[in-house]
């Protein structure tokens, strides 16, 4: 039950008014921030690289899991990993946000902190945004970025001959997320990652400067991820499960769980790392190869991923699929 000011108390021309003193001064390239109709971004590139996505309560993010500083930065990251795949630079967001009349103000603040620290940690500015009310907490967060140039790195462009490499960690989230499903809060390392990644956006303009030939954020899982690389590509992915790096605390959690810790590195979704293919000459600093891009064939043209030279079907996070 809310106990302090609460966003209906406060009314909707208050509120924005309170988030547009909190977001303060904008970046260089945002030549019109909030307060207007819309933003105004200079882009001297002449291209901008949009991506928008969405989180409803209760099936991406619950309150009693996450504060509402952990929220706000799961929004951002997961945008800005998006422009980070494409070989992109972030440059600005817009947010919409639905909301309870009885969500408490101080949510609203905690949650603007984690979304404005993110963003500036992507280098973005936050440029405006909606707020409506709702009978559950939804954010939905769209993201631009410039390619400085570069021609943008698409998923469709991988090579036969080409190695995959990999940029972060996976298996955290989906680890964390378990964890959390049975009442625990520890490891924390897991929890947290589950609740706040961390993507290097830094590596999707590297990785495009280096000469990746395909890109993708890995936000629902390595082989699913990776199946839609092959299958945009009209090529197979060999992972090797012995070049993927399992965090310890991941092993850990797995036999206690009595699981395999490959199901959640190989399966798990959230953790936002990239997953790139590049000549074998090409790999930049950060990723580390995983496997190989090689021709569909050997009886089935339909195989898209295979794990030590076999055939998989891809497991992880699809919407609408039981």
Not at 272 to 300: E, K, N, Q, S
Request: aromatic letters at 4%.
């Amino acid at each position: 039950m809310a106990t302090g000011e609460t966003v209906g108390d406060m009314g909707e021309i208050a509120l924005v008014e309170r988030i547009r003193v909190a977001v303060g001064a904008s970046g260089a390239q945002v030549e019109v921030g909030p307060g207007d109709d819309a933003a105004v971004l200079g882009v001297p590139d002449g291209r901008m690289v949009v991506t928008t996505d969405m989180l409803v309560e209760g099936r991406h993010f619950r309150r009693d899991w996450s504060s509402a500083e952990d929220i706000g930065h799961k929004a951002a990251a997961e945008n800005l990993a998006d422009l980070a795949a494409m070989g992109a630079r972030p440059v600005g967001i817009v947010v919409a946000l639905a909301l309870p009349e009885s969500t408490e103000v101080a949510w609203v603040d905690s949650f603007l902190d984690g979304l404005l620290a993110e963003t500036r940690r992507g280098g973005a500015a936050l440029v405006g945004g909606d707020l409506v009310s709702g009978n559950q907490v939804v954010v939905s967060v769209t993201a631009m970025g410039e390619l400085d140039g570069r021609p943008p790195v698409l998923r469709s462009g991988s090579q036969i001959g080409d190695v995959v490499a990999l940029c972060g960690e996976v298996g955290r989230a989906a680890a964390g997320l378990a964890v959390l499903s049975r009442g625990f809060r520890s490891p924390r390392a897991l929890v947290d990652a589950h609740r706040r990644p961390m993507p290097d956006y830094a590596a999707g303009p590297r990785a495009a400067l280096a000469g990746a030939t395909a890109m993708l954020d890995v936000s629902d899982g390595l082989l699913l991820d990776a199946a839609r690389l092959a299958r945009a590509s009209g090529v197979c992915i060999d992972v090797d499960s012995g070049a993927l790096p399992i965090p310890e605390a991941v092993q850990t959690t797995a036999a206690a769980y009595n699981l395999d810790p490959l199901t959640w590195v190989l399966g798990g979704g959230d953790d936002h790392a990239l997953l790139a293919t590049f000549g074998a000459a090409d790999v930049p600093d950060g990723f580390a190869v995983i496997g190989r891009v090689i021709a569909r064939g050997d009886g089935d043209e339909s195989v898209e991923v295979r794990v030590d030279g076999e055939p998989v079907t891809p497991q992880g996070y699809e919407h609408f699929h039981a």
